[in-house]
């Protein structure tokens, strides 16, 4: 779907990742040999994970990253909250009203949660635009994130020492910019990237140790048909989004692509014929985030004295198999530096 949101404004960014790091030399030590893990850390550019403390989740991380943004701005002007996670607290009821609670928003607002991933800040943010016209001149507070490193298996050499775990916050209002978005997904391959047991269909096997190391315990992914995916449906899709809107991708301020890992942002950059400088890889001591990088990547352009400001494309793709890709405007100051618990 090719679109415009009208009237539209990110008014601010941040995310929170774990102060607690792991090496992954450390975290695969049991599984690579020395000279297979720096071939592995050349390869992906990933050096080291934010793993969550024991105890922190998904909302926690979250909600840390609105506190810093609603510290700037006035509870009230809030309208609505989205959380966007596959790792939400509990099956049932939504996260959204804890963290409603937590923040000590109003009741007069609109909560709900989204499970999407590697797509889904992209998804938030057009799911935030559309909200704004029932508002009545409100904000839209989107969080979320993912704790997707207790999802892959420590027998998974190729998730287990990239996958981690952080939270982000938005807050999506009214302006004088336009949002354009294509989002596609495909669910004849959303079989590709799985985490089959723990919902209604088949629970979680456990013995007294914890969970067991039964495949459809953990995501399991098709390395195959994602990398095709990320490589020809990914740039194709952004193409589109640049012929719809009549955008020369050699004009942009930059480009945010998920940050799965450095080989895919780089491959996409060269495909899509922007320099590596305007596309960016900030993750290498933090790792893939899932719904999160996106956020991770912005906050810690912030941290490291980057410019954030400017016409920027924003693209997250994966689990689903989906695709949700932006153009949007990015304001001095509206991105915050990285946080961390």
């Keep these: 779907m090719l679109g415009t949101l009208h009237g539209f404004c990110l008014e601010a960014v941040t995310a929170t990742v774990s102060g607690q790091r792991m090496e992954v030399a450390a975290r695969m030590e049991h599984l690579l040999t020395e000279k297979k893990v720096k071939r592995f850390t050349r390869?992906?550019?990933?050096?080291?994970?934010?793993?969550?403390?024991?105890?922190?989740c998904t909302s926690d991380l979250a909600v840390e990253s609105a506190k810093r943004i609603l510290s700037q701005m006035r509870r009230?002007?809030?309208g609505a909250i989205i959380f966007l996670s596959q790792t939400s607290d509990y099956l049932s009821p939504a996260t959204s009203y804890f963290i409603q609670a937590r923040l000590g928003l109003s009741p007069d607002i609109l909560a709900y949660?989204?499970?999407l991933g590697c797509s889904g800040f992209a998804y938030g943010l057009f799911l935030a635009g559309t909200l704004l016209p029932v508002l009545d001149g409100r904000k839209v507070l989107f969080v979320g994130g993912d704790t997707s490193s207790r999802d892959t298996s420590p027998e998974d050499s190729?998730?287990?020492?990239?996958?981690?775990?952080?939270?982000?916050?938005?807050?999506v209002g009214r302006g004088e910019d336009s949002l354009v978005f294509h989002m596609e997904s495909d669910?004849?391959?959303?079989?590709?990237?799985?985490?089959?047991r723990g919902g209604a269909r088949a629970p979680r096997l456990a013995d007294h140790d914890g969970l067991t190391l039964e495949r459809g315990?953990?995501?399991?992914?098709d390395g195959m048909a994602v990398t095709d995916f990320t490589f020809h449906d990914v740039p194709d899709n952004i193409r589109k989004l640049l012929a719809y809107a009549g955008e020369d991708i050699s004009k942009l301020d930059g480009?945010?692509?998920?940050?799965?890992?450095?080989?895919?942002?780089?491959?996409?950059?060269?495909?899509?014929?922007?320099?590596?400088?305007?596309?960016?890889f900030m993750c290498s001591r933090i790792g893939n985030t899932s719904s999160a990088s996106i956020p991770v990547c912005l906050a810690e352009m912030k941290r490291t004295g980057r410019s954030c400001e400017g016409h920027y494309l924003f693209s997250g793709f994966g689990v689903g198999l989906s695709i949700a890709s932006l153009l949007l405007d990015l304001r001095d100051g509206c991105v915050l530096k990285t946080g961390d618990i």
């Design 217 to 221: 315990n953990y995501t399991v992914m």
């Design 187 to 196: 669910g004849d391959r959303a079989g590709a990237i799985l985490l089959s």
């Design 76 to 78: 009230e002007d809030i």
């Design 255 to 280: 480009a945010v692509f998920h940050q799965a890992n450095e080989m895919i942002v780089r491959t996409l950059a060269e495909k899509l014929e922007i320099s590596s400088e305007r596309a960016p």
């Design 43 to 56: 390869t992906t550019g990933i050096e080291a994970l934010s793993i969550a403390k024991k105890g922190v």
């Design 158 to 171: 190729a998730m287990y020492p990239i996958m981690a775990d952080a939270g982000f916050a938005a807050v």
């Design 113 to 115: 949660d989204v499970n």
